[in-house]
């Protein structure tokens, strides 16, 4: 039987890797609105407009809009020609673009002048590069800061915030790392364009950050900064009548809160996450032991996130694609082609990726009205994880920045022995060479129950990461009931001398990695339609994201050619 399952278990990543490489392919030649505002990020647009914006979202937006020939072609190089003609600093021209004082599509147009591309070119590319040492910088500190404090043993205690806003948050911060954890998880609020999809569809956004039932977006405080006034340019080259005869007066504003209180920041956020960073240092270092933060993000947050993760040294960023295709609705080519890029800036960066132990996908028996039983359930989620594993590796990412769950949260719920260790070994046997994380012990439980329960996953397979619930108790206590379990499943995973499994466990696994198989050779076979349903087949009118998405121009006038940079790796090879 174990030579059996191991076969079975290889032939599920060969076909995920099979598949995962033709979609790889075709993400990469997708451009999205998402990875627009990422590169205006790397550019030096971040904050917020005036209106209360993520500025880089509606610096793309306003150059972008629907057009999807803009899209194509992508908004760095117009913007690069802006930032020569008005002499301003990348965010104050945001500023402008944002509020429709500039013109972005008026200065494409001198794009076709040959002098005018060279130099927007050469601009661009030199402030990519800017970005890329600051990654590579943050990485190179990262590593030393790890070397001088050291890591705690595994498996490490991640515990997740609780607060929003960025004053308790550092607290908070500095009062978990002190009583014991490793690693401070950070839900970052749902992105703007997330948010706006759910919300014209009439549902409800989770994950918004609220101040008195108002949402507010990233960052605070001004984020012009001197020689903007009253909408116009009033300094720099070409100021005067050239910003007034580029005025856009056409488009539609964005229909957005008027007033922000700019005093409370998303602990979540880009100006967020950079005070928390220094808040873990600081606590780590009393501690003697470096604390890590991971980032935990929405739809269409994958390419910004992963450059914030870069500028602000996160550690970890929890972001699955397929997680996002099957419970968030989100178009698959959208979806991928956001996490393709994303994948590249994280290659580059050396922040790890946690890809979660897989979805449950119940859009094809909801259509069938014929429910699956727990082992199909389960294979399926195999299935989807080994997909977006490889789709992680064909993208560039290595196989030590990949974080992998361990045990699906509704087998967890469930609570049954069996299924906790069957999923936890399976992981172990089909992603050999990945880490693994496990989720924390419920709080609803007693305390021995949720003790046991990890015994019993971490017996499965030993974890890097631990991540316990938000209200299980104390950390000094979780972090006691983290290492008491450890200390067990090693044990007991000794004790079983080979690890095969036997019974009823060992038809489990055979099951569910046949179910993983047939999801995948269904998903190769009949496309997305097979696992999500009817909707799943990329109705655009269906799900989020489609109209967001271009093949990307390979033109002159183009920024492929800076793109290409993002995927030369940096000095240094490891985290």
Not at 257 to 274: F, I, N, Y
Not at 285 to 305: I, N, W
Request: charged share 25%; aromatic share 2%.
């Amino acid at each position: 039987m174990s030579g059996s399952i191991s076969s079975d278990g290889e032939r599920v990543r060969r076909q995920a890797a099979e598949l995962a490489a033709a979609l790889s392919r075709t993400a990469g030649r997708l451009a999205t609105i998402a990875q627009e505002r990422a590169m205006l990020r790397m550019l030096g647009v971040d904050g917020l407009d005036r209106d209360g914006h993520p500025l880089a979202a509606s610096t793309a937006e306003r150059y972008c809009g629907s057009d999807r020939g803009r899209l194509a072609r992508g908004v760095i190089l117009p913007f690069a020609v802006a930032l020569l003609e008005y002499d301003l600093p990348a965010r104050e021209l945001g500023v402008e673009v944002a509020a429709g004082a500039i013109d972005l599509g008026l200065e494409a147009e001198l794009l076709d002048r040959p002098e005018r591309l060279a130099a927007a070119e050469a601009h661009a590319a030199a402030l990519v590069a800017g970005a890329l040492a600051r990654f590579d910088a943050n990485k190179t500190a990262a590593r030393d800061m790890r070397d001088v404090l050291g890591l705690a043993g595994e498996p490490r205690l991640c515990v997740p915030l609780r607060a929003a806003e960025l004053g308790p948050a550092a607290v908070e911060t500095k009062a978990l790392i002190g009583e014991g954890a490793d690693v401070v998880q950070v839900r970052v609020p749902a992105s703007w364009e997330f948010a706006e999809a759910r919300r014209n569809a009439g549902l409800e956004t989770p994950g918004l950050f609220e101040v008195e039932g108002r949402p507010v977006g990233e960052g605070s405080g001004n984020v012009s900064g001197g020689n903007v006034s009253g909408g116009r340019v009033s300094g720099g080259r070409g100021s005067g009548g050239r910003a007034a005869g580029r005025r856009l007066g056409s488009r539609r504003r964005l229909d957005v809160p008027q007033r922000v209180d700019r005093g409370l920041v998303p602990a979540g956020s880009q100006r967020g996450l950079a005070s928390l960073r220094k808040a873990a240092d600081e606590a780590a270092a009393e501690r003697g032991c470096y604390a890590g933060l991971m980032t935990v993000t929405s739809a269409f947050a994958a390419p910004e996130q992963a450059v914030v993760a870069a500028f602000e040294r996160i550690d970890f960023v929890e972001a699955d694609p397929i997680r996002e295709i099957v419970e968030d609705n989100v178009d698959p080519e959208r979806a991928l082609a956001d996490h393709a890029f994303a994948h590249r800036l994280q290659a580059r960066s050396g922040c790890g990726v946690v890809i979660g132990p897989g979805p449950l996908a119940l859009g094809a028996d909801v259509a069938s009205g014929i429910p699956s039983d727990a082992a199909t359930r389960a294979g399926r989620a195999l299935a989807l994880q080994a997909l977006g594993v490889e789709l992680a590796l064909a993208d560039g990412l290595p196989v030590d920045r990949l974080l992998l769950g361990a045990v699906p949260d509704w087998v967890a719920g469930d609570g049954d022995a069996r299924s906790l260790l069957v999923q936890a070994w399976l992981r172990r046997l089909v992603f050999p060479g990945h880490r693994l994380v496990i989720g924390g012990p419920r709080a609803d439980g007693q305390r021995p129950d949720r003790v046991s329960a990890l015994v019993t996953a971490l017996s499965g397979a030993a974890a890097s990461l631990v991540v316990r619930g938000r209200d299980a108790g104390s950390v000094a206590e979780s972090a006691a009931d983290l290492r008491a379990a450890a200390s067990t499943a090693e044990a007991l995973r000794a004790a079983l001398g080979d690890g095969s499994l036997h019974g009823d466990a060992a038809d489990l696994a055979a099951r569910t990695l046949r179910a993983a198989s047939a999801a995948l050779e269904r998903l190769a076979g009949e496309g997305w339609g097979s696992l999500l349903g009817p909707d799943g087949r990329g109705d655009e009118a269906g799900r989020f994201g489609r109209g967001a998405v271009a093949e990307r121009s390979a033109g002159s006038t183009s920024s492929t050619r800076l793109l290409a940079a993002l995927a030369v790796p940096g000095p240094g090879s490891g985290r």
